[in-house]
């Protein structure tokens, strides 16, 4: 009985009903993008042909950015077959991780480089790049709520000593009674109880206020119960809007918003104190932002740049309220960009940083959340845990991918290099189709290219991919079909082709990937979108 249950996943015909995510696998057919893939090495994946021989795809989806290093490396193959077969232990929770000590070490050595600081930065590690931003967001607001419990005890620290001082003769100013509606008529300890009443009503409500956070309009860190409510994409956030935490979103580049939306959400308490014998009152700011989450380069939002002004604007901002950074590197970082941390090329300093996808060189599934010391709170690390987190095969599988990195600094020279070179592609189509192409961005191998919307075309067919939602995909779906390449567009923003591919890029691939957008783009001038959406041609 248990034999007829296994199918061979090279022969569609013998598979039963789809149950594995069977709507997804539908949206994939209607683009030509439901494809089996059987081996990977290098730049390529290889899908099984009908005469049972190899395919080979150029890929420049790159597991969204996972494999900077190419589809299993031989040396980090190496490195987990060895792990493998020496038995090293997977599961040994609650017990001392050297090799976790070992990894931590290492990403430090190279922030420390990145950022010019030595100041250390304490890991939690997890599985995800979402949990890594999970486990930020949690960590951010167990802070903030431990200032917040500080902050309570100050202000009743100073309300207990306004309190002996009027005791002792101090009066209430005169215009703080007025400020606050309270007659000095009853005396000065009744003006005093009155004046009390009012402020510890007032901050008790500002104190139990949730947490709001702050992000970037187009952002993208996850989908999980917190992280999806700091993701733009209002069509991921929408059906869990009662779930999690609430965000503010900044608008790209826009950073007089930033005060704006301070003016408008900001919390103040109000402390009681003792100057020249009088009672006044002080203005202290309220954590309600508990941090700012941002990605140097926004990857689903359709490969948008951070630049250093606006970065600049953040952190001083931030600084000025006491607002930690979280800087998301999961996608443009681990040397995506030919630095470990993208966001170090323009002036940004994190109190928080999240690691993932290239961090398990494309075999562990392992991420990372760093926070620098003076944020950190060791009582984290009792109330947060993954079973998976911290092993001994993740974390010495990420020990190599950053020797591999920082091998001779050559792994992010060939960064440069092949972005430099796939960059130049990529204007020469914009040049040439300047009608069917709006813009080229990105840095180093993590660049899009943004076609003009295409909803007013001359040509039904090309109009209907266009108001499809999916149209993205069907170029992506072209690009397979027709010419053997691999590449999806920015899930928010699908307009945008992505291009992440490994440092194993060949010009060949390049060269595949400017005859596939160049015939894209003679088609869409053309108005030939029944080729786009893959119908048969005569």
Not at 75 to 104: K, M, W
Not at 280 to 293: I, M, S
Not at 310 to 325: M, T
């Amino acid at each position: 009985m248990a034999q007829s249950v296994l199918m061979d996943t090279n022969n569609s015909a013998a598979e039963g009903p789809e149950l594995a995510e069977p709507y997804l696998r539908e949206v994939l057919d209607m683009a030509g993008l439901a494809v089996e893939y059987v081996r990977a090495g290098g730049n390529t994946l290889y899908q099984r042909g009908a005469d049972g021989g190899e395919i080979a795809i150029a890929d420049f989806a790159g597991g969204y950015g996972s494999v900077l290093l190419g589809h299993n490396h031989p040396d980090i193959v190496r490195c987990a077959r060895e792990l493998l077969e020496a038995g090293t232990p997977v599961h040994a929770q609650f017990s001392r991780h050297p090799y976790a000590n070992r990894l931590a070490s290492e990403l430090n050595r190279i922030v420390h480089r990145e950022l010019g600081t030595d100041e250390p930065y304490y890991a939690i590690f997890a599985n995800t790049g979402a949990e890594a931003v999970e486990a930020a967001v949690k960590h951010a607001e167990m802070d903030r709520g431990m200032r917040i419990v500080a902050l309570g005890e100050e202000l009743q620290r100073s309300a207990d000593s306004a309190r002996d001082a009027v005791a002792g003769g101090s009066v209430v100013a005169d215009r703080v009674l007025r400020r606050f509606g309270v007659s000095a008529a009853a005396g000065p300890a009744a003006a005093f109880a009155e004046l009390e009443r009012h402020l510890t009503e007032h901050n008790t409500a500002q104190l139990e206020r949730p947490p709001l956070f702050l992000a970037l309009e187009g952002g993208f860190h996850g989908k999980l119960g917190t992280s999806v409510q700091l993701t733009h994409n209002e069509a991921y956030r929408t059906p869990f809007r009662s779930l999690a935490a609430q965000a503010r979103f900044v608008p790209w580049e826009r950073p007089e918003a930033l005060k704006e939306i301070h003016e408008r959400d900001r919390g103040v308490c109000f402390e009681l104190v003792v100057a020249d014998g009088q009672v006044d009152v002080a203005e202290r700011e309220f954590p309600v932002f508990c941090a700012f989450l941002l990605e140097p380069i926004q990857g689903e939002g359709g490969i948008h740049v951070l630049t250093a002004e606006f970065a600049e604007a953040i952190q001083r901002f931030c600084e000025e309220i006491d607002c930690p950074v979280i800087v998301d590197e999961i996608q443009a970082g681990m040397g995506r960009t030919g630095t470990l941390l993208a966001s170090s090329q323009v002036g940004l300093r994190g109190d928080y940083y999240t690691l993932a996808k290239t961090l398990g060189g494309g075999i562990a599934k392992t991420s990372v959340m760093l926070v620098r010391e003076t944020r950190y709170r060791r009582e984290f690390e009792i109330v947060h845990s993954s079973t998976f987190a911290k092993d001994s095969f993740s974390c010495t599988v990420a020990l190599k991918v950053l020797e591999l990195l920082e091998a001779d600094g050559g792994a992010y020279r060939r960064v440069e290099e092949r972005g430099a070179a796939l960059r130049a592609m990529l204007e020469s189509v914009r040049a040439d189709f300047p009608e069917q192409v709006q813009e080229v961005r990105g840095k180093g191998l993590m660049l899009g290219l943004e076609f003009r919307d295409q909803s007013d075309a001359e040509s039904e067919a090309v109009r209907g991919l266009a108001g499809s939602g999916l149209f993205g995909y069907f170029l992506a779906g072209h690009l397979l079909r027709e010419h053997r390449v691999r590449t999806f567009p920015t899930a928010s923003a699908v307009n945008t082709l992505r291009f992440e591919p490994s440092i194993e890029l060949a010009d060949e691939e390049i060269a595949r990937l400017e005859t596939g957008l160049r015939d894209i783009c003679a088609l869409l001038r053309d108005g030939d979108g029944s080729r786009l959406a893959g119908a048969a041609t005569g």
